[in-house]
T-cell receptor, first 109, second 113 residues
Framework: KNEVEQSPQNLTAQEGEFITINCSYS?????LHWLQQHPGGGIVSLFM???GKKKHGRLIATINIQEKHSSLHITASHPRDSAVYIC???????????FGTGTSLTVIP | NAGVTQTPKFRVLKTGQSMTLLCAQD?????MYWYRQDPGMGLRLIHY???????AKGEVPDGYNVSRLKKQNFLLGLESAAPSQTSVYFC????????????FGPGTRLLVL
């Protein structure tokens, strides 16, 4: 069973395009995280959400708790945004995250 | 601050050999985690620790052992390596709770022949 589903799996965009990555989860959560994994393998945390919307530079993350859905938006995409974006849901009843399989984004100049 | 570091970066083992992966953090974090990442699968939790001297099993603990003798270090051991343990291993830490931001190490690539 997959507690966290992401779509699309792969995404190619032209520089400057608006990008949306979707995440659906099936568990009750205390927090929803978006992570970025660079081509070299390093993983960094982008956002932590429990409600509403957060913005950092060109990145925007939203969450709808009732629908168990979150989106990550990238405005004015740039080749340096090329990476794998991972959604992770922290289950409310324990100490565990459930991770999506990631969305591989390639931004072409 | 170095953040979260992992040793070694890459290792090749033969089936049946043992090894220990070291994770160290200098942020005074209480929680530490070991994950494995395999192609086509999300990160999966192997073991975690909520503080010095404590450890707990995650989603895929079989074949691994851990120890947290010092707050800053979290060791992952493979007693008898199997090809199914070929993976990239990530260590992570978080400050006081499991749901807050996790800080990841650079990863250890392990190949078991």
């Amino acid at each position: 069973k997959n507690e966290v589903e992401q779509s699309p799996q792969n995404l190619t965009a032209q520089e400057g395009e608006f990008i949306t990555i979707n995440c659906s989860y099936s568990v009750g959560i205390s927090a929803l995280h978006w992570l970025q994994q660079h081509p070299g393998g390093g993983i960094v945390s982008l956002f932590m959400l429990s409600s509403g919307k957060k913005k950092h530079g060109r990145l925007i993350a939203t969450i709808n708790i009732q629908e168990k859905h979150s989106s990550l938006h990238i405005t004015a995409s740039h080749p340096r945004d090329s990476a794998v974006y991972i959604c992770a849901a922290h289950e409310i009843t324990g100490n565990q995250f459930y991770f999506g399989t990631g969305t591989s984004l390639t931004v072409i100049p | 601050n170095a953040g979260v570091t992992q040793t070694p970066k890459f290792r090749v083992l033969k089936t049946g050999q043992s090894m220990t992966l070291l994770c160290a953090q200098d942020m005074n974090h209480e929680y530490m985690y070991w994950y494995r990442q395999d192609p086509g699968m999300g990160l999966r939790l192997i073991h975690y620790s909520v503080g010095e001297g404590t450890t707990a099993k995650g989603e895929v603990p079989d074949g691994y052992n851990v120890s947290r003798l010092k707050k800053q270090n979290f060791l992952l051991g493979l007693e008898s390596a199997a090809p199914s343990q070929t993976s990239v291993y990530f260590c992570a830490s978080s400050y006081r709770t499991s749901w807050e931001t996790q800080y990841f190490g650079p990863g250890t690539r392990l190949l078991v022949l």
